[in-house]
Each structure stands twice: as C-alpha cells, then as structure tokens.
C-alpha cells in the first residue's frame, strides 16, 4: 500500500516537471494528464479543531474542486492567526505553499517569491474584485500580485441598554458626543466603560486610524509618504488623552487588545466600541445582549460621522516556486465564485471580496448590507513596501501617544518609517 | 612531533588500565604526548556538543547582528555596524539599561534577604516544618508562564481577585478605574514582586542547605564566649554560610537577567517599552528588525560574560578565603 502511494507520488512529480518543462515554452499548455497537488496554507477564521475551523470550509472546497477536476489535488493546512508569523518561517525555510491565504505583504513581491495576480487568475474573476481593495495588491510599478479574498468594514457597536440606563436618546456623532456619553455611561456607577478603546498590541493601527480619520488625519499623505506626526494625528490623540485621563475609557488602553474590549462588550459592560462584523459571533456567543440590544452606527468623527470607513482585507498570493500557475488558477477561479465567497463570509461574518457577492449578500443580509454598503469607498492601510516593518512598531508603540507625550511619540515613529525604507 | 601520526596511533582504545598500547615504535617524547592526548577520545564528544550548542549560535548571532534582514527575514546582504549604530540610537535603549540593573539587583537583593530569614526559619524545629518547607516548593515546581498569567488575572482591571478584594475593603470605589499592568512603575514592581516569588524557594533551599552544614559545636562555643543572638549571626552565621550565599547570589544573578516569561507574559514589556528589560527589548525588537534584534543580543552577550567574569574572580576569592 504504502509503496503504492510512493509510486503515484512519483508519477506526480514526474508529472510536475514535465509541465514545467512544457510551461517554459509555452505559457499555458493547459492540462496534460498526471496528477498534480497544490498547497493551501490560508488563516484560521475560527477555532481549530472545531466544527467552525477554517480547515473544514477549505477541505470542502478541495473535495468539491477535486470531483470536477480529477488530476487537481489541492491540499489544505491553516494556521492560527496567533501563530501567523510561523508563515514567515516557513517561506524562509523554503516551505512554500502554491497559494498563501492570509496576510501576504507586499515584501513576498519584493522578494520575488509570486506570480503575478494574471496568471493565476481568469480576467473575469480580477475584474469583478472590490477595485479599492484590489488596487492595494499593486506594486510600486502597478503590478498585482495578490487578490483581496475577505474583507471587513468597521463602525461603531453601542450597547442600547446603557445608552437608556444613562438616558442618552442618540447614538453619538461627534467626538464631543463620545466623551459626553462614555462620561455619563461611567457615573452610571456599575464599573462599566464607556468607551472602550484597544490601543495594545493587538491592533493599535485599527482603532488609531478610525480615530485620525476623525480629524482628516492618516498614516500618509495624499502623495503617499508617510505622515505619522502631522498636526491632525497629535490633536487626535490628545484628544484621546483627555478621553483617558477623565476616565471615560477602560484604564490603560495601551496595553488594552481589541479581543478585551470586544469580549468585555459582549459582556454588556462597554458603552460603546470600534468593530467590525467579526464581532457579532463573540456577541451570540456571550448572549447578554440580544440583537436588538445593541445598534452599530457610523464611527463618529470631530464634527461629523466618518463618511469613509476603514476598510481591511486579507489576501490571497500565488508563490511560483511549486510551478502550479495553471491549476492555482482553476481553483481560485472556483475559489472566487459567489457562491463560495459568501458561504465563507456567512461563517465567520466577514464581508466578500468581489463586487458582484457582495451585491447578492446585500439582498440576503440586513446587517452585512449595513457594512457593504461602506466598502466601496472605504479607506485603507498604506500599501508603501515598508509598510510591514512599520506596522509591526506601530502596534507596539502607538499605543503610548495616548499620553501627555503625544507628538514626541509620533515624531519618533515618523523618523522611524522614513528611515527604515 | 606531528599530530596526525600520534591521533592516528589513538584510534584504537587504549587498554583498560588507562595506558596507552605499547606500540612498535617506542618514541619517548612521542610517549608523552601520547598520554596528554589519551584523554581526547571522552573529551571529544562534550567538546563537539559544546562546539554545536553553544560557539556555533554565538558565532551565527555575531554574524547575524552584521547582516540587513527584511521584514520577511529574508538575508539582504551585509549591513555592516549600521544594526548597532541603530541600536545604540533607540530612544528606549537608556531607560531598558537602567530598568534591567534595577530589575537585576531588586529581585536578587530582596529575594536573598528573604530567602535569608525563610532559611533561619526552616532550619529551626517546628510543628508543621515538613508541610512548610514542601509548600515552600510549589512556586518553584509551578511552571513561571503559569505563575505570571495567575498573577496577570489577579490584577484585571474589572475582575481580577486582587482588586475584588479592594473593591469590597472598600479601598476602590469602582471596577476598571486602575489598571496597574499598564503603568509604568505598578506594572513593574508587580513583575518585580513576581520574579521575588518565584526565586526564593531555590534560594531557600541553598541557604538552608549551608546553615545545616554548619557544625553545632561552633555555636556551642560562641555561646561559651558569651555572645549574644545578633553577633552569633553576623560573626558565626553570615560567615561560614558564604559559600551558599555566593551561589545562591550568582545564579540568581544570572537567572534573573535572563528573564523572559514573567514579564512577557504579564506586560509584554509594554505599554511601548516601558517595562522591557534587555531579553524583552531584543524580542520587540526582533518584530521589526532581526539584525538590529541580534545586535541587542550581542549586547547582552557581553553584559554575561562580564557577569561570568565576575562569578570567577568571586569564586577564586571565596577558595582563597577557606
């Protein structure tokens, strides 16, 4: 039996390299008999060995993909996103999957690992990706090397039994109308906050862009260079300073992950916090609040709600090492079909990456169509190739300008993303 | 004499009475070397493991903080001294300096003078002494991740046991108005705290393993002087119990330094850096540059040697005395 396998593995290889001979000369020859496996390596949505793991989506999807292509294997492995940087690892010991779903940077461009997006991709399928999200995979010379695959569009989550308990009518619109209310939420008495405000680790850039939005700030300028300590970034975060020093945020939001503050609202013990859909299983799962106790609004701004949202999206790339462009290509082509894109953002709550599912989920999903209906013009991170490098000290650093010292912190991380290009 | 012929004679094992075989080419200076070499064959593997384990990472960690890595880890060619001049150009670098000398001799200096008095107390006979001294093991038994994610939960803002208690004492009016960890000095003097627990137990025990090394009869006699309790302990006691102490002292020393978990896991040695000490700012670091990272280990690798160093001029220095 076991020699049995070893044999058709060889025959797969042999198989491989015959049309990797054949594809030097000609682009596509289409498939030629032998089977061929493709790696999967894609992020775990959900919880690992549960019936809500991603593995389970993915394996469907390679069992469906495999019955109407026989000589197409397409083997699925996910990884925690805890664990995301073993990914790194394993592309630095040359362990490279044929298609990586997840947070694939623009440095796997750079360093000459992927195909371009055209040739593991049908025309049809790249042009019916959400163009925002799809222009943020080009490179600096305009060539895409990745797809959005899932995307998530973020607003502000209100818990309706505080806002009555602390007789507030409307939800807020204004920054003013935050610190009013979070004040009146926290002289409520109970130990609630009233605006949670996750500046840790975990996703400082998230919560601290909504909030720069707010005051027509940014991470770069409207020519792309960085421009992390521009006036408006340093009075938004003295303003969250005042937010903190009266107390009307959770103690410390700088060592303060979003998974907290999340989890806390799902407890019913927040007055209001910056989230995404990704939220709504945590609420369900917690089951203090029921639907219609808590409403989801447009992030408040200075003077007026935000009129673009923060737009994230995870990616899909193609690596070129394994040689498997053509049927890389089937499968994601399969892959992008409407009806997959929405079943795995109906699992987990997220928000499709093609125009034409998100316009379907919008008919089928009240609460989803709230979201889409942003994610057009929704503004997202910096593509600069740095941006990785970046990230990473702004996680761990942003955090701190909520303080007294709020441009001496900004001024440092300007100096250290213009000097770390 | 050349070395190849005489390791080559060695191949062979010598005879089971640590002599050498008598060979057919009876050299006398070729004798004599052959018997300082007779020892390679036990020496060779330890030496190889030591070669494998420990020179080899050094030497790849020197090479590694003189290399430009990108963000994927992937190796862009030299970067010459710039990886250090950056390190020694961080705005954090100086106050992570002086926050691990603080941590180092904090938690040494009161885990010792603790360890001191629980030592004195164990030594003494008294009810219950066996079910103390095997309580006395748990926080070392206990795994430190464990212990500093107890102690983190503990201290949560909205429902940690610590700040319950406050809270029905009467000494907080309201849940979620502190949050020690992400302060600079509460954070770090609860890391503090939790280094201490979690080091005196070993200390204890090698304090106590000297106090009941010393003879009776030497008390006997300081007592036939005529001594009272404080100058028995500071003439008798503290003296011939400094070879423990210096022991305890230096693994601690070193221990301590190289700490990792307990304030990874409870601050992450955050907000920013506040509370990073040298082993916590080379990983933050290492998330945003490995060369720069490595440097850092560099850095630190030196601060061991010198601690080394130290321990061996100690050492000498406490033989000479006995």
């Known amino acids: ?421 | 004499m050349t070395q190849s012929t005489q390791a080559g004679l060695l191949e062979p094992a010598p005879g089971s009475d640590g002599t050498p075989r008598p060979t057919a080419r009876p050299v006398g200076g070729g004798r004599r070397v052959l018997r300082a070499l007779a020892p390679l064959p036990w020496l060779t593997p330890a030496t190889a493991l030591i070669l494998f384990v420990v020179i080899w990472p050094v030497v790849s960690m020197f090479l590694t903080s003189r290399q430009h890595f990108d963000s994927m880890g992937f190796d862009q060619g030299s970067a010459g001294w710039n990886n250090f001049t950056k390190l020694f150009d961080e705005p954090d670098l100086p106050g992570v300096l002086v926050r691990t000398v603080i941590w180092v001799v904090a938690v040494v200096g009161l885990t010792i003078l603790i360890s001191l008095g629980v030592a004195q107390l164990f030594n003494k006979q008294f009810p219950g002494r066996k079910v103390a001294r095997w309580m006395l093991i748990a926080p070392w038994a206990a795994s430190v991740v464990m212990t500093s994610i107890v102690f983190k939960w503990m201290l949560n803002p909205s429902n940690g046991t610590i700040l319950v208690l406050m809270h029905d004492v009467g000494l907080m009016k309201n849940f979620n108005s502190v949050n020690w960890l992400s302060q600079q000095t509460p954070a770090f003097i609860w890391e503090i705290v939790v280094a201490i627990f979690v080091s005196v137990p070993f200390t204890t025990y090698a304090l106590l393993a000297g106090l009941q090394a010393i003879p009776d009869d030497v008390y006997e006699a300081c007592r036939l002087d005529g001594a009272g309790a404080a100058r028995t302990y500071w003439s008798i006691t503290l003296p011939l119990l400094r070879p423990a102490l210096l022991v305890a002292a230096l693994i601690n020393i070193m221990n301590v330094f190289n700490s990792f978990p307990i304030i990874y896991e409870m601050t992450g040695g955050g907000p920013g850096n506040q509370t990073s000490t040298t082993t916590l700012f080379m990983y933050n670091t290492q998330q945003t540059s490995i060369g720069e990272a490595a440097a850092m280990s560099v850095v630190n690798f030196g601060f061991i040697i010198v601690v080394v160093l130290l321990f061996l001029r100690a050492s000498r220095w406490n033989s000479a005395e006995d």
């Open chain 1, 1 to 421: 039996m076991k020699r049995r396998v070893l044999a058709l593995t060889a025959i797969g290889v042999a198989g491989v390299m015959s049309l990797t001979a054949c594809g030097s000369s000609s682009s596509s020859t289409g498939s030629s008999g032998g089977n061929v496996t493709i790696k999967l390596l894609a992020a775990d949505y959900g919880t690992a060995g549960t019936s809500n793991s991603t593995q389970t989506y993915w394996q469907g999807l390679a069992d469906t993909f495999h019955k109407s292509h026989p000589n197409i294997t397409v083997q699925v492995q996910t990884i925690a996103w805890t664990n995301w940087a073993q990914v790194a690892t394993m592309i630095q010991d040359k362990q490279y999957p044929d298609i990586l779903e997840g947070d694939a940077p623009q440095q796997f461009a750079a360093d000459g690992l992927l195909y371009k997006l055209s040739d593991i991709m049908s025309s049809s399928t790249v042009s019916n990706l959400i163009p925002v999200f799809a222009k943020q995979e080009d490179d600096t010379d305009g060539t895409a090397y990745g797809a959005p695959f899932t995307t998530s569009a973020r607003g502000l989550f209100y818990n309706k039994k505080l806002f009555a308990a602390a007789k507030i009518a409307n939800p807020p619109q204004t920054w003013a109308d935050i610190q009013n209310d979070a004040a009146k939420i926290k002289a409520l008495g109970g130990g609630d906050i009233g605006y949670g405000l996750p500046l840790g680790p975990e996703e400082a850039q998230g919560e601290s862009y909504l909030w720069m939005l707010g005051n027509g700030g940014g991470y770069v300028d409207s020519s792309g260079k960085y421009a992390i300590n521009q006036a408006a970034n340093v009075q938004t975060f003295q303003f969250l300073n005042q937010l903190v020093k009266a107390g009307d945020t959770e103690p410390g939001p700088a060592s303060t992950n979003r998974q907290q503050m999340w989890d806390a609202f799902a407890a019913g013990q927040v007055g209001m916090v910056g989230g995404s859909g990704a939220m709504i299983p945590d609420i369900v799962k917690n089951g203090k609040l029921t639907n219609s106790d808590y409403g989801v609004v447009p992030m408040p701004g200075k003077s007026a709600p935000l009129t673009q949202t923060l737009g994230v999206h995870d990616d899909v790339v193609g690596f070129k090492q394994g040689g498997h462009a053509d049927q890389i290509k089937q499968f994601l082509d399969f892959v992008y079909s409407d009806q997959n894109q929405i079943a795995f953002d109906k699992e987990y709550d997220l928000l499709p990456a093609t125009t034409s599912a998100s316009a379907t989920l919008s008919g089928q999903d009240p609460v989803a169509a709230g979201f889409l209906k942003n994610v057009p013009n929704s503004v997202v991170y910096p593509s600069n190739t740095n941006w990785n490098t970046v990230l990473a000290k702004l996680k761990q650093t942003l955090g701190t300008a909520a303080s007294d010292n709020a441009s001496q912190v900004l001024n440092g991380l300007q100096t250290f993303a213009t000097s770390n290009q």
